[in-house]
């Protein structure tokens, strides 16, 4: 059942879901349950406090204590401000932060600066905030052992931390900069994108690349001497965030972001190449055809562009042969799904005169007979 806050309602339970045939003694001003009662529960829901699951597998739970100011959630690469007790799930402490005396926390969401859970959901939070989040090792600690201040934390551990948001410095959107201050920004997400992928961080790095090409979009109005510098900062993310893409197998999302750069530079290598490279993990073999050759007329010497061509051809000569072998299997079955029934019709032919042969002959044994009695 569902109830809201204030409503009240009479429960009638079964007594398989009470105290079956156990039933309960007298004691300490309770009356004594038979076995096998069936009890009425009068109940009013006073308050509730909701449960978010925050990464939407049940491994990071999020219960509001206390709901923060109306202002927007951290959200990602906000600069925070905690303070929390962690906890196993015995009620063992083993950290503190902001409390009896201990410093607060301060840190940058999507930063891996702390626990994955404890950085999920304080990019939800509201600063004035308080929750118990319940977390998951997946997203904790892990299988391995790790000690902390207060406690050891024993591998697999589900942990418990009650947080309170105390301060919260939401990163500026593109709106709230000026242009300048864009291309700055741009340009530090670009190299923060960088230097994740090459620590193989390749989710990250993507999303790292996305903003930057926000910054800089081309819905932005920039003037006559930062389009320049805006359009090659957009066209580089967008190369980046490709790169990323193909290292983390979503090649859709490589091509859609590399005919975005061609859609503005019609003959970018880079962007070809690696639209060409996607194509081939799709098995769009022509397409794929078509962009290398679209790069070799702009950089006809270009070693990777060559390679990539004749491993293109490789591919093709392979599907060739599939196919050739896909149209013999289905040529082979026609001709002998074909035999067969012409052998079946053969054959039913041959029942059939047979069978006529049999009437005949019957008839001519009744005629002879029908003759003999006549005579």
Not at 77 to 97: P, Q, R, W
Not at 106 to 126: H, K, N, S, W
Not at 156 to 174: F, G, H, N
Not at 183 to 208: H, M, P, T
Request: overall charge negative.
């Amino acid at each position: 059942m569902t109830m809201k806050s204030g409503e009240k309602a009479r429960l009638i339970v079964q007594p398989q879901y009470t105290l079956g045939e156990k039933g309960r003694d007298a004691g300490n001003w309770i009356h004594s349950i038979p076995p096998n009662s069936l009890l009425h529960v009068y109940i009013e829901l006073v308050s509730f406090k909701p449960v978010i699951d925050v990464t939407g597998d049940g491994k990071v739970l999020k219960k509001i204590v206390k709901e923060g100011d109306c202002n927007p959630s951290a959200d990602e690469g906000a600069t925070v401000t905690i303070s929390y007790m962690a906890m196993l799930e015995d009620g063992t402490v083993f950290e503190k932060k902001g409390i009896d005396g201990e410093q607060p926390l301060e840190f940058v969401t999507d930063e891996e600066q702390v626990i994955a859970g404890l950085d999920r959901a304080a990019a939800t939070m509201r600063k004035g905030e308080r929750a118990v989040l319940t977390i998951d090792p997946d997203y904790g600690f892990g299988s391995v052992e790790v000690r902390r201040e207060l406690a050891v934390v024993p591998p697999c551990s589900k942990v418990i931390y009650e947080v309170e948001m105390l301060d919260c410095k939401r990163e500026k959107v593109p709106w709230e900069l000026s242009n300048h201050e864009k291309i700055e920004a741009a340009e530090r997400k670009k190299e923060e994108g960088n230097l994740l992928f090459k620590s193989g961080k390749y989710q990250r790095a993507a999303k790292k690349y996305d903003k930057a090409a926000d910054y800089v979009s081309e819905d932005m109005s920039f003037e006559k001497d930062e389009l320049k510098l805006a359009k090659a900062l957009r066209v580089s993310s967008w190369l980046n965030g490709a790169a990323c893409s193909l290292k983390l197998g979503d090649f859709q999302g490589a091509i859609n972001l590399c005919s975005k750069v061609l859609d503005v530079e019609f003959h970018n290598v880079k962007a070809l190449y690696r639209r060409a490279q996607a194509y081939m993990e799709t098995a769009d073999l022509d397409l794929a055809e078509l962009d290398i050759k679209n790069a070799l007329e702009a950089d006809p010497q270009n070693r990777e562009v060559n390679l990539m061509q004749k491993n293109l051809k490789q591919l093709q000569v392979e599907s060739n042969k599939r196919d050739a072998m896909l149209y013999t299997n289905m040529f082979s079955r026609m001709t002998k799904d074909s035999s067969t029934a012409t052998k079946k019709l053969k054959i039913e032919k041959a029942d059939n005169e047979n069978e006529k042969k049999e009437e005949m002959v019957a008839m001519e044994a009744e005629k002879v007979a029908g003759s003999s009695m006549n005579s």
